[in-house]
């Protein structure tokens, strides 16, 4: 019988803001493999706020090109081999890499893709949080960039979100004092409550950000940990104390903003506070991820990182889950159950 595959198409450019009418559902008769290739049932989906960037019109750039219309949305996926011409890659085998959204996926290997060797003690949808690309990315940025310290004050933003859950946490296990920023009353609450931030600032709320921030780093920040972008990343640049570091991971503010990105200010900051700004892309990092996942392990088995997951089910959910996550509605990582 031919199996039958359900995909979750980009339909059009989104104008600005998500909606769901940006996606569209198909279904199609699974392909036949090539030699080299394998068949993947997906198990899990990953959003990942990051791929909205490439959505966009001519948004392709050095990392990935812009996404095709008509074509499954791109997405870092998880699932089992169930068909394979490619002998590294077995039947049986728990595989993670760059995808699609879609129930079943044909691989060759390339694109991020590896084969997991789960710790039974970890649940197995870790290796797409703390143990996955969030994960690596809260870890990478904060060690090699933020080369954290014990008191250092640590400001990050989307501090809620995937990578933000597990940043403040390994911020916190390294000594740092920690403010988290996030949109909303309830959301900062559970900040402090549930992940254990120092302090938390709501960037929604009636008192101006930049007011929150004096209050929160009246000294100055040493680490900044930037997923926003925008005017928010210039108004923490007018904070900083000397010698700080700001970790460059994302720009979410600026993904759905009409006429691309705008710019950063108070860049003269960085020259008199004797600062240091990074990019990076957790992928680059690829041959040091044994000690990311050794040191989060560490944290998880013994109960010292709490790793929150937002979950939708089924692959029609997969577009509204992402809009949902662009909006601020998440807890944590999303993930799709199939
Ligand atoms: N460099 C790398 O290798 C790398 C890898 C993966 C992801 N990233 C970047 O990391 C960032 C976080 O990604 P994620 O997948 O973990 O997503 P996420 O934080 O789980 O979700 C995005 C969050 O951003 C916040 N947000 C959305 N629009 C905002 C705005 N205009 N101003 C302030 N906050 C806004 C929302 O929360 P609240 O508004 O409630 O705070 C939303 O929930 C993204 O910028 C992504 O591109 C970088």
């Known amino acids: 019988m031919t199996q039958m595959n359900t995909r979750v198409l980009l339909a059009r450019r989104p104008a600005e803001h998500l ?25 899990y989906l990953s959003l ?11 948004s392709g750039d050095n990392y990935l090109s812009s996404m095709p219309l008509g074509e499954p949305v791109q ?30 996926s044909i691989a060759d290997g390339s694109d991020l893709m590896s084969i997991l060797e789960p710790d039974p003690n970890v649940e197995l949808h870790e290796y797409l949080c703390s143990l996955g690309p969030s994960g690596m990315t809260a870890y990478f940025g904060i060690m090699d960039i933020g080369a954290p310290k014990a008191g250092d004050l640590f400001v990050i933003n989307a501090a809620a979100g995937g990578i933000g859950c597990i940043a403040g946490q390994i911020a916190k296990a ?33 008192e101006p950000f930049e007011q929150q921030l004096q209050k929160a ?7 900044v940990y930037d997923n926003v972008g925008g005017t928010m990343l210039t108004t923490m640049l ?16 600026q993904y ?25 892309m957790f ?13 989060i392990t560490t944290m998880l088995t013994s109960g010292s990182l709490v790793s929150p997951v937002s979950w939708s089910d089924g692959i029609e959910s997969t577009g509204q889950g992402f809009i949902d996550m662009l909006a601020g509605k998440n807890l944590g990582k999303c993930l799709i159950k199939l």
């Open 19 to 43: 909606v769901a009418a940006d996606f569209e559902v198909d279904t199609q008769p699974v392909k036949s493999l090539h030699d080299g290739q394998f068949l993947i049932k997906n198990l």
């Open 48 to 58: 990942d706020a990051g791929f909205r960037q490439w959505m966009n019109e001519d």
């Open 75 to 104: 997405s870092i996926v998880m699932g089992t081999v169930v068909e394979s011409r490619n002998e590294e890659y077995p039947n049986g085998s728990v595989v993670m890499g760059r995808t699609s959204w879609e129930e079943y």
């Open 174 to 206: 390294e000594g740092c004092s920690t403010v988290g920023i996030a949109g909303g009353t309830k959301k900062c609450q559970w900040l402090q409550d549930t992940l254990g931030y120092d302090q938390v600032i709501d960037y929604k709320s009636t």
């Open 217 to 223: 780093a009246p000294q100055g920040i040493n680490i």
């Open 238 to 253: 007018g904070q900083l104390a000397e010698n700080s570091r700001i970790i460059l991971c994302g720009a979410v503010s």
């Open 256 to 280: 759905e903003r009409e006429g691309g990105h705008q710019a950063v200010g108070n860049m003269w900051e960085l020259i008199t506070k004797r600062a240091r700004a990074e990019g990076f």
């Open 283 to 295: 992928s680059d990092h690829v041959d040091r991820y044994p000690e990311a996942i050794e040191y």
